[in-house]
């Protein structure tokens, strides 16, 4: 699969999940205190994401 969720420290050392695909980061998330915490997120993104609208400003 070329999509996938990855756990990585930024410089801080906070535990941030990035959402990936082909290599290639799409989006991430807040840097976490705990990694416990970042993969909550991968859950809540998992969870309520297929169902979010979007809201083209576009126009």
């Given at each position: 699969m070329a999509h996938k969720f990855?756990?990585?420290k930024?410089?801080?050392g906070e535990f941030v999940a990035y959402f990936?695909?082909?290599?290639e980061s799409i989006?991430?998330?807040?840097?976490y205190?705990?990694?416990a915490?970042?993969?909550n997120a991968i859950e809540s993104i998992?969870?309520?994401g297929p169902d979010a609208e979007?809201?083209?400003q576009t126009d």
């Open positions: 990855l756990i990585k930024n410089k801080a990936t695909y082909n290599g989006f991430w998330t807040e840097g205190s705990s990694k915490s970042a993969k998992k969870k309520n979007v809201d083209d």
